[in-house]
Every structure is written in structure tokens, then in C-alpha cells.
């Protein structure tokens, strides 16, 4: 079986594909990853192969300025999809963002030249399979193109499928701006749109079953493997800390320039200098020059793999996104959530829902709220139970090696072979 990955260069959002991708190719598959050629040595360096297709995308640029009018004119960097919020779930709001997105998000991320050179290296290669990252709907042009099955693969609880269904129920009759960008796409390369366009044939999933939304798509549950890049354990973290280690990080997306997720770092550090504590704040060098002063007990390192430091860890604070999240939580680690933009606010208040950990707002982030979060977690034994609860079921669900054969079936069923 010919097995195609594709992701819109960002490394959040490929990363949490790699162990699929290798367990494939362990079975025996063959495996190639496309995308534009900015995410072409992170590719390689996971060992896969990589297909550059296209030219890079200018997502953040293209992003600036853009706001949501049915959202009190929300900027587009402290957008909340949490379905809770009744916000999410009026005509104004589902309108303005849905006629944004197609034009100022997903029309960058899958630009002509990615889409049309995906379709080429489809037709030379005529995969099986296409797993596409949620965003990345050139996968399922490509698929389409050669009768492929396709699936998309999740890195968060499915919010923006949720937020489609949501605005075809309420706003079906009005005109629908995604099908059209994506009917002019496909009619550029002879075909039709169809829903399964957005949604793929079925959906893998990496969220556990509480976290999960149950939108009553076709959804193969898999285990998150964590994989945070090349990585080489340090000196340091090879030793058992003497005494309660709490990591502090911002993600890999706010290195790729995202800076609307770290906010001020400044001073924020100061609160937390008395604590009894070894505070572990991966920092990049931007971000280390915008901190005036950092406390004797932090510790402040470029880059340490996650899925290395988090099990020394008693708790973790971030940002909230999607695999810093998934490899706390697979790692049992209590998490103090400031969550800023999309899905992070809806998995901040799962967790502190089920007991993992405490939300805390964005625009409430002070150093003040910082330390007083971090001694709860460190001093209620209730947050290490409830974030051991949640690696369980984490755990529970099949891993990727599992779930290949479940892939190789669905495939023979999907596949159109007179495309």
C-alpha cells in the first residue's frame, strides 16, 4: 500500500503525524509526505521522505488584520471556538468566520501552487491512501484526483468540523464560502466538491474519549505518541531533580513566529523566584532577550524534548496548544493552562473539567495568578490523580502500530479505482 502524508508546513501541526507515518512503514508500506518545501528538513530528519510540492505559504501574513465582525470585532489571534461559548454558536459570528477563513486561512495555507503540484505528484505516484492534516484540504483534492482513499488526522477535538456542521445546520440556505472555494479549486482540476472534501472519508483521532467530540463522523481512535523532532536528552535531565520540577513553555508554533502566544514574559518569572521549586522554561533566544531578570530556580534551555522532561515534571504551565497538551497529558503531568487563541481555550477547560489541571485566562495571566496556580497543583494531590486519570485514558486507545490494520481496510473500501 502507497501511503501519502500531507500537512501545511507548520511543525505543530505535522509532528503529531510522524508515529503513524513510521508505523506504516514498519508494516511494510511505502510512505511519502508532502508539503511545501519550508517543512522539508523537518521531514527528513524524522527519517521519512519527504515531496516538496509547491511554493511556501505567507499564513501569518496573510492572517494580520483579520477580524471577526459577528465576534465584537475579535482579532483573529484570540479567536475561541469552545462550543460552550454561546458566542460560537450565533448566525453573526458563524457568517463573519466563515466567510473569512476560506480567504484568509485556509486559501494560504493550500496556495495554487501546493494544491496544483500535490495533484501532479499524486497522479505520477497513485497512492492508496491520503492522511491529511485537518487544515491541509489539498489532501483531499490530491485524493480525489486518483480515486485514493483519504482520512484526515487530528492533532485537537475536531472545533472547526464542529463549527461547519453547526453553521450548515443554522445557515445552510445562505450562501456556503468554503464549498465554494473548494468547488473552484476542484473544478480547476475536473472535479466535484463534495462534503467528504472538508471532513475526508473518516477521521483518525488522537484525542482521548473525554476529550473527543462526538460529531457522528466515521472516527478510528488512536493513541497520541509523542514526537517532538530530533532530539538529544541533556546531562542535566539525566539526574532525578532534588526537589518538585515544573516545566514553563510556549510551544513550537511561537518560534515559527507566532508571537501573539507568548505575550509579555517579562517579570512574569519574578513571583515564582521563592518557590521551593526548579522551573524548566524552554525559551529560544528572541524570547530569552525579552526577559530582564530570570530568578535563580529557573532554568532556561533552548530546547528540551518534551516526552524526555515532562515525566520528571510535578506540573506543567503553557499555552495550551495541541501537542504540548497531548504530551502532558499522555505523560500524567498536572497542567496549568493560559490559553490564547482557537481550540486551546476548549481542551484548558476539559482539563480542569476532568480534574488535570486549572485554566487560567489569558488577559488574567499575572505573575501573581502564575505562582498561586503552580503551588495549587503542587500542593492538591487531586490534580496529580486527575492527570493520571487522563493518561489512562490516553493510554487506552489503540497506538498507531494498532490501527494500521484498521487503515488497510478502510483503504480497500474507499478506494475508487476508475478515477
Known amino acids: 500500500m502507497r501511503v501519502l502524508f500531507t500537512s ?130 489539498a489532501g483531499a483534492i490530491a485524493a480525489k484526483a486518483v480515486g485514493a482513499a483519504h482520512a484526515r488526522l487530528l492533532w485537537g477535538a475536531d472545533l472547526f468540523l464542529n463549527q461547519r456542521l453547526t453553521y450548515l445546520r443554522l445557515l445552510g440556505n445562505e450562501p456556503d464560502p468554503l464549498a465554494e472555494w473548494l468547488g473552484g479549486v476542484l473544478d480547476r482540476h475536473g472535479l466535484l466538491f463534495d462534503e467528504a472534501t472538508v471532513r475526508g472519508q473518516w477521521t483518525i483521532d488522537q484525542m482521548p474519549a473525554g476529550i473527543r467530540l462526538p460529531l457522528g463522523e466515521h472516527t478510528v481512535p488512536m493513541r497520541y505518541v509523542p514526537y517532538n523532532g530530533p532530539a538529544v536528552v541533556p546531562d542535566w535531565l539525566r539526574e532525578p531533580p532534588t526537589r518538585p520540577r515544573v516545566c514553563l513553555t510556549v510551544g513550537l508554533t511561537a518560534r515559527d513566529g507566532a508571537d501573539y502566544l507568548v505575550g509579555s514574559l517579562d517579570g512574569m518569572f519574578d513571583a515564582v523566584g521563592d518557590l521551593d521549586v526548579e522551573i524548566v522554561a524552554t525559551l529560544n533566544a528572541d524570547q530569552r532577550a525579552r526577559i530582564s531578570r530570570l530568578p535563580a530556580n529557573v532554568h532556561a534551555v533552548d530546547f528540551v524534548p518534551l516526552h524526555a522532561l515532562l515525566p520528571t515534571c510535578s506540573a506543567i504551565a503553557h499555552h495550551g496548544g495541541a501537542g504540548t497538551w497531548s504530551t502532558a497529558a499522555v505523560s500524567g503531568t498536572p497542567q496549568l493552562i493560559f490559553p490564547s487563541v482557537w481550540d486551546n481555550s476548549y481542551r484548558a477547560r476539559r482539563t480542569a473539567e476532568v480534574g488535570a489541571g486549572l485554566l487560567i485566562p489569558a488577559d488574567e495571566l499575572t505573575p501573581e495568578a502564575l505562582r498561586d496556580g503552580l503551588r495549587r497543583l503542587l500542593d492538591e494531590p487531586r490534580f496529580a490523580e486527575g492527570a493520571d486519570r487522563l493518561r489512562a485514558e490516553m493510554t487506552n486507545d489503540p497506538s498507531p502500530g494498532d490501527v494500521v490494520p484498521v487503515l488497510e481496510k478502510l483503504t480497500a473500501r474507499h478506494q475508487s479505482y476508475d478515477a
Open 8 to 137: 501545511f508546513a507548520l511543525d505543530a501541526h505535522y509532528l503529531g503525524s510522524v508515529p503513524l507515518a513510521w508505523a506504516l512503514r514498519a508494516a511494510g508500506h511505502e510512505v511519502r509526505v508532502a508539503s511545501q518545501p519550508a517543512l522539508t528538513d523537518t521531514i527528513t530528519s524524522a527519517g521519512l521522505t519527504a515531496v516538496p510540492v509547491g511554493e511556501d505559504h505567507t499564513l501569518l501574513g496573510a492572517m494580520s488584520g483579520f477580524e471577526v465582525d459577528g465576534a465584537a470585532d475579535t482579532p483573529w489571534n484570540a479567536i475561541d471556538l469552545d462550543p460552550t461559548r454561546p458566542e460560537v454558536q450565533s448566525p453573526a459570528f458563524l457568517r463573519a468566520l466563515n466567510e473569512l477563513l476560506p480567504s484568509k486561512f485556509f486559501a494560504h495555507a493550500n496556495n495554487d501552487s501546493m494544491i496544483d503540484d500535490l495533484v501532479r505528484f499524486a497522479r505520477h505516484w497513485r497512492p492508496d491512501l491520503v492522511i491529511w492534516e485537518p487544515f491541509t484540504f
